[in-house]
């Protein structure tokens, strides 16, 4: 069984609907750690080596987060500036995140067409997420496809409810599957709709 490490980050976490919602749907599950940083870092004073301690204990990260400005909350930024060390995450004898694995789950008031090239966004969340690829990539982890949740402000209680099963059977499979292959994730169909 592999550990996987949540780093949430909500900063109107009593307002969420669709994050809670996902939130709720692993709360408890043995081997899986979640890190609500702005309940534990309501001051941004992030304690950086309990964090270290906790990403070198467990095998598969989890970003999960509302897209805010085509980005994280600013506290997940915050975290990856002091936690990510140079000379522990990367760098000459940064070695401490290598091997791992490092996804987004990201939710977003635009939907997943308004993410195309001809969509109002114009960009795919692929090439948005790119900054978090490129993160994994410097500190040599594994970057897996994202799961995502668009169209948050007009969801219907049956397609959250359906998501947030999805979401879950994902973080089952990334504990208890005995080989991670990036290609086969089961949420990758529900990407392409
Ligand atoms: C400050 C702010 C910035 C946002 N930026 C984006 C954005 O860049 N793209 C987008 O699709 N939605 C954006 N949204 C909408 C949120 O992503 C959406 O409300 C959230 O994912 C819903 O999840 P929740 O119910 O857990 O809060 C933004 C919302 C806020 C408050």
Redesign the pocket.
């Known amino acids: 069984m592999r550990k996987v490490l949540v780093i949430f980050a909500?900063p109107k976490y009593e307002?969420?609907?669709?994050?809670?919602a996902l939130i709720r749907s692993i709360e408890g599950l043995e081997g899986v750690t979640i890190r609500d940083l702005y309940e534990l870092y309501p001051d941004f004073n992030i304690d950086v080596q309990s964090e270290q301690e906790l990403l070198f204990e467990h095998e598969i990260i989890l970003f999960q987060h509302?897209?805010?400005?085509?980005s994280c909350p600013p506290l997940l930024k915050q975290w990856m500036d002091l936690v990510l060390e140079f000379g522990w995450a990367y760098g000459p004898g940064g070695i401490y995140l290598k091997g791992k694995y490092l996804l987004s789950s990201i939710?977003?008031?635009?939907s997943s067409e308004a993410y195309q090239p001809d969509g109002k966004n114009r960009f795919t969340l692929e090439e948005l997420l790119r900054p978090f690829e490129q993160t994994a990539y410097l500190c040599k982890m594994e970057y897996l496809p994202y799961f995502h949740i668009g169209g948050?402000?007009r969801i219907k209680d049956d397609e959250l409810n359906q998501k947030s099963l999805d979401f879950q059977k994902l973080v089952f499979h990334l504990r208890d599957a005995e080989k991670i292959v990036s290609e086969s994730l089961p949420h990758l169909e529900q990407n392409l709709s």
Request: aromatic content about 22%; proline content about 6%.
């Open positions: 909500h307002h969420s609907e669709v994050n809670q509302p897209f805010y400005w085509y939710t977003s008031g635009g948050t402000h």
